[in-house]
């Protein structure tokens, strides 16, 4: 019974070891997977800005001229567009009433308005001037 008990004992211990071999080796493998796929990400990422980039350049440096835009508009289009352009520029232009030295019920003049900037300060000065003129001693 005891050779038995510690073949059963070694038979554990060699199956632990080859579990921890095996996963040893499945986290290896999933650690440079992983590693693999961020490097795959980041070459995907890098080539699309840099494709990016390069049409945004290519349709800077060749823009279209105003004839190869106006190319593809038919003449009925161009009258249509000529015929509504004061209709809209009517509607985008917001209507501006200017309106020079005109007093409102709710505008002050301008006295007024110097004078509603000025009262609290004068009103603070004289306050300040009384305060210190009572609390000081007058002088023989």
């Known amino acids: ?3 038995s008990a510690r073949e059963i004992e ?3 211990k060699e199956t632990r070891a080859r579990m921890d071999d095996n996963l040893t080796r499945l986290e290896r493998q999933a650690s440079t ?3 693999r796929y961020a490097k795959v990400a980041a070459v995907v990422l890098a080539l699309a800005a840099a494709g990016g980039a390069a ?3 290519y349709r800077r440096a060749h823009r279209p001229t105003l004839r190869d835009r106006l190319g593809d508009v038919s003449v009925g289009r161009l009258r249509t ?3 509504e352009a004061p209709d809209r520029l009517r509607e985008r232009l917001p209507s501006v009433t200017v309106r020079f030295n005109e ?3 709710a505008e002050p003049g301008a006295v007024e308005s110097i004078l509603r900037e000025l009262t ?3 009103i603070g000065t004289a306050g300040t001037a009384l305060l210190q003129r009572v609390a000081t001693r007058p002088e023989e």
Do not use: D, E
């Open 1 to 3: 019974m005891g050779a």
């Open 10 to 12: 070694r038979q554990i």
């Open 81 to 83: 567009l000529v015929a």
């Open 103 to 105: 007093k409102t019920v």
């Open 120 to 122: 609290p300060a004068l």
């Open 55 to 57: 049409y945004l350049l």
């Open 33 to 35: 997977r992983a590693v």
